[in-house]
């Protein structure tokens, strides 16, 4: 009996604590749980454009936070384009200058040592317990979670090319070996 208890009792111990984690809200702008862009979309305008505007006035103590909030404001700003609000057009929201970044064109190095210095900043926020964050915090927790799913995401996609481009290059291989064995 005892053996049994113990495995029932732990597991349902971590599934309350994940539980009440995942649907814990912050005041302020908004909590994110991975689904970041799903929820900006039900947030209304003005609350939308208060977490752009605080992302955007976080302080960068490093480079890494600098590109970390830099990947983040390009893709909340893309966020903000598609709802074609008059509201958020006349806000000037898109005129903020920032520096703009496109891990697209970067190095697989260059990215994987990026992800490499925000993974532990981000997983401050995917552990933080408080029930409460300043809306100054929640604006940094939104930038490593959202920049670390961009990372990872193109980090994802080169492994995946490269992974098929190897396969390719040994079918060929393998191909080219046969028909140069029957001549």
């Known amino acids: 009996m005892r053996s049994i208890t113990a495995p029932i009792i732990l597991i349902l ?3 309350v ?3 009440g984690c995942a649907t814990m809200r912050y005041p302020g702008a908004y909590k ?8 900006f979309k039900e947030l209304d305008d003005e ?14 103590k490093t480079w890494e936070d600098g590109i970390a909030r830099s990947i983040t404001l390009e893709a909340y700003l893309g966020l903000l384009a598609k709802r074609k609000s008059r509201y958020i057009r ?9 520096d ?9 190095d260059d990215l994987a040592k990026l992800y490499d210095l925000l993974e532990p900043k981000t997983n401050n926020y995917y552990m933080d317990s408080a029930p409460e964050l300043s809306e100054s915090e929640n604006a940094r927790r939104v930038i490593y979670l959202t920049s670390i799913n961009a990372l990872a ?7 995946a090319k490269n992974t098929a481009f190897s396969i390719v290059g040994q079918a060929l291989f393998t191909v080219l070996s046969v028909a ?3 001549i």
């Open 13 to 15: 111990c971590l599934a």
């Open 17 to 19: 604590a994940l539980s």
């Open 32 to 39: 994110i749980e991975g689904e970041e862009f799903k929820e």
């Open 47 to 60: 609350r939308a454009l208060k977490l752009v505007a605080l992302i955007y006035n976080v302080n960068a």
């Open 90 to 98: 006349n806000s000037g929201v898109f005129e903020i200058k920032y």
């Open 100 to 108: 703009k970044v496109n891990i697209t064109k970067w190095e697989y």
């Open 153 to 159: 995401k193109e980090l994802k996609g080169r492994d």
């Open 180 to 182: 140069l064995a029957m």
